[in-house]
């Protein structure tokens, strides 16, 4: 059995990083950060069946003003390789893995679709009126996101995990 995996943005094949969560079948759908967001319309849009869809360190900007959301557009736009950098030591903080190993450079679409996605409380729903279970993994000392503003939103819908000494990609 094999479950569907997105990736975060500017990352391929970190699944493994999640192992110790990752449940693996023809019924589970999840993704990391930017991958959380595209699993998540995966399943929002799909007629087939999706027992449990896992969101790992799901995206969530949309309590940031526009202003965080422009200057992180423009510092990629004028030098991608060094917001790619700064964003790799950010996700790994505060564990010692090299998260390069997982590198491939996303796009500025990319990064523009995570900084301004919304979450929707009458989409998340919709996703648990199909019989679909949410479980949502946060670190608590997370440099991407705010993990206690995504726990607060996240909590009325799924079940929430959140793994106090752990960062983005909940390694501590």
Request: proline share 1%.
């Amino acid at each position: 059995m094999k479950s569907k995996y997105f990736s975060g943005f500017s990352l391929k094949d970190e699944k493994e990083l999640f192992s110790e969560y990752l449940v693996e079948n023809d019924f589970t759908i999840s993704g990391f950060s930017y991958g959380a967001i595209k699993a998540f319309e995966e399943v929002l849009n799909s007629e087939k069946r999706v027992d449990l869809l896992q969101l790992f360190s799901p995206a969530f900007f949309q309590t940031q003003n526009e202003k965080f959301i422009r200057m992180q557009l423009m510092f990629f736009n004028k030098d991608s390789k060094s917001y790619c950098e700064n964003f790799l030591k950010n996700i790994s903080y505060p564990s010692n893995i090299d998260s390069s190993v997982y590198f491939q450079e996303g796009s500025y679409e990319e990064l523009q679709t995570l900084l301004t996605y919304k979450w929707d409380e009458e989409k998340l729903n919709k996703v648990l009126e199909k019989g679909t279970r949410i479980e949502v993994y946060l670190g608590g000392v997370d440099k991407i996101i705010d993990s206690s503003k995504a726990y607060e939103f996240f909590k009325d819908f799924s079940t929430v995990y959140l793994i106090k000494n752990s960062g983005h990609i909940l390694k501590g």
